[in-house]
């Protein structure tokens, strides 16, 4: 081979290496540019994954937690109201309604009528008992019989408060009423009743064991003055045990 062919060999072969050279670096800075798009698409995704996507389990769960707390943790509303039912009493189941308050006060009414020589009568009708008391026989239909009065009495009222404060109704040697032939005749005795509730607030508190306070205002002769009614629950029902004027 002389010279000027072998000068071409190697002229020719240069131009080939040179063109796969070229070639390699094309296709590395293909890749590379293939790569940072890849990278850039990924992370494009990313982003958009994290602005525009539903919230995560992770923070919906967070989320649900605070939630639940808020639930459990009371509002200031009802932070206040524990706190007016903490400092206020709280109403006793036990205790007597208003309408069983209101009901006794009315029986204590009936019966100081009684007592205070009340009832109407009619002075033409009249009868004198072997010890020489003079009764009158009594109009008013409510009250008919010694039975009748009695009964009442001892729904309402305890024998106690009976024997203590209203004896002399039904059972002393010359009481208020009596029965003739089957007629109620009554004793004129005025005296003037204690105590009449004619209305207005009534308060009730659990003051004493086993029984409760019915306080009520009522007229004492012009003047308001408050009167504290004892009852208890006996016999199946609410009786008054007591009657304490001018508290």
């Not at 081979?1 to 000068?7: F, P, V």
């Not at 240069?14 to 070639?23: N, Q, R």
């Not at 029984?211 to 008054?240: C, P, R």
Request: net charge negative; with cysteine.
């Amino acid at each position: 081979m002389n010279k000027k062919s072998t000068l071409i060999i190697a002229m020719l072969t240069g131009a080939l290496l040179t063109g796969c050279g070229s070639s390699v670096s094309t296709a590395s800075s293909n890749n590379s540019s293939t790569a940072k798009a890849s990278s850039s698409e990924a992370s494009s995704a990313a982003v958009t994954t994290s602005e525009n996507l539903p919230a995560t389990s992770a923070q919906q769960n967070s989320e649900t937690a605070a939630q639940n707390t808020e639930d459990i943790a009371p509002s200031a509303a009802t932070k206040a109201a524990v706190t007016v039912n903490t400092e206020n009493k709280v109403p006793d189941p036990n205790a007597p309604s208003q309408a069983v308050a209101v009901e006794m006060l009315n029986t204590v009414n009936s019966v100081e009528k009684i007592a205070s020589g009340g009832l109407q009568f009619d002075e033409s009708q009249s009868y004198t008992d072997p010890n020489g008391n003079v009764y009158y026989k009594c109009t008013e239909s409510n009250y008919d019989s010694v039975h009748r009065i009695s009964r009442m009495m001892h729904r309402f009222l305890t024998p106690e408060f009976i024997s203590r404060d209203y004896s002399f109704i039904l059972d002393s040697d010359a009481p208020l009423c009596i029965d003739v032939d089957g007629v109620l005749y009554v004793r004129n005795q005025p005296r003037g009743a204690r105590f009449h509730y004619s209305g207005g607030k009534v308060t009730i508190e659990k003051s004493f064991e086993g029984g409760y306070s019915v306080l009520a205002e009522y007229d004492n002769y012009g003047s308001k003055e408050t009167a504290d009614l004892q009852i208890v629950f006996a016999d199946g029902h609410w009786m008054v045990s007591g009657l304490t004027l001018g508290i």
